[in-house]
């Protein structure tokens, strides 16, 4: 079993930046990717940016270039650095790690981009 909390969710004006944390309730050394994922009022969940244990990130089209996935296993902690942030940004994030045959996921935090 994995725990995953995530933090860092406000309210934030257009142009702005916010970076969330996901942390882990065990090690990160052995889980394999972690990633991102958003879901906006009314919408399904769609993915944002993944990591695998190495380090190799991947991005959606619409947040490449704004967005940074990053990973620190010493702390057991993923973070998602957002830059430029839109309105169209504003969603609950969630984080999910894979753990063998597992998806384990977090309880999401709110991003809301509104000046």
């Known amino acids: 079993q994995v725990q995953l909390v995530e933090s860092g969710g406000d309210l934030v004006q257009p142009g702005g930046s916010l970076r969330l944390s996901c942390a882990a309730s065990r090690s990160t050394f052995s889980m394999g990717a972690m990633g991102w994922y958003r879901q906006a009022p009314g919408k399904e969940r769609e993915f944002v940016a993944t990591?695998?244990?190495?380090?190799?990130?991947n991005y959606a089209d619409s947040v490449k270039g704004r967005f940074t996935i990053s990973r620190e296993n010493a702390k057991n902690t993923v973070y998602l650095q957002m830059n430029s942030l839109k309105p169209e940004d504003t969603a609950v994030y969630y984080c999910n790690a894979l753990s063998g045959q597992y998806i384990y996921w977090g309880q999401g935090t709110q991003v809301t981009v509104s000046s």
């Open positions: 990591i695998t244990r190495i380090g190799v990130t």
